[in-house]
């Protein structure tokens, strides 16, 4: 299998943390956040992640945690019941909203304020005017892009607030959403919210700060790199 991917990217790491849950082999391709030829020529579609197994190209994180867990069943990643198994997909599905957009827009939001830290993510191999140039251009496309804005941010500081509230009281001081281990709702609440983790504005906050705590269990060193504080 190999793993079409942004290294940074929440979603690519869901799916890394659902690979490493499940201790399967796979490569890695990482793409430039600019150049999106990969996942089309994969996948006719320019998002990632893709996973490519065999002649199999699938996108999305959530199909390909599903496909996971469909062809690589153990350990599982969702419940047998039938009802805990659409108990346990309505959570993942509600993490995912709750959190992917919003700790997104936080975390480039605080990026945005580091002289050069967007560059070093989008062009690593650019130094100096150059660099500066291409980071200015990008941060306009990301502003667009992922509808960032001053107004929208202060929203968004109180949704991620009020979500973490609420996947406390969800996990209710137990170690996983379900009884039975880790599943896939677990893995998305943990991944999605890992942006904040960057955001002084909004770590520091009770709630936040003891999600981010639980969530670190389900995300390798590797991982939490990714989202270093500034």
Request: hydrophobic residues 45%.
């Amino acid at each position: 299998m190999k793993l079409i991917q942004i290294p940074f990217s929440h979603n690519c790491i869901k799916v890394r943390v659902a690979l490493a849950h499940k201790r399967l082999p796979y490569e890695v391709e990482n793409i430039p956040p600019r150049d999106r030829s990969r996942p089309l020529s994969a996948s006719r579609q320019g998002l990632v992640p893709v996973l490519v197994d065999g002649e199999r190209a699938i996108a999305d994180s959530t199909a390909i945690l599903l496909y996971l867990e469909e062809r690589h069943p153990d350990p599982p990643l969702l419940p047998r019941d039938p009802a805990e198994r659409a108990r346990c997909l309505v959570l993942e599905d509600w993490a995912d909203r709750a959190f992917m957009e919003s700790s997104r827009r936080i975390a480039y939001g605080t990026i945005f304020r580091q002289p050069g830290k967007l560059a070093s993510m989008f062009f690593p191999g650019e130094r100096g005017l150059k660099a500066s140039l291409k980071e200015r251009a990008a941060k306009r496309v990301v502003r667009k892009r992922f509808h960032i804005s001053e107004a929208r941010h202060l929203k968004d500081l109180a949704e991620v607030r009020r979500a973490a509230a609420l996947a406390l009281d969800l996990l209710g001081g137990r170690p996983w959403l379900m009884n039975a281990g880790p599943t896939v709702a677990d893995i998305a609440l943990a991944t999605m919210s890992a942006p904040l983790r960057v955001s002084s504005e909004v770590r520091d906050d009770p709630a936040v700060r003891a999600l981010l705590a639980w969530g670190s269990k389900l995300l390798p060193p590797d991982v939490t790199s990714a989202y270093t504080q500034p």
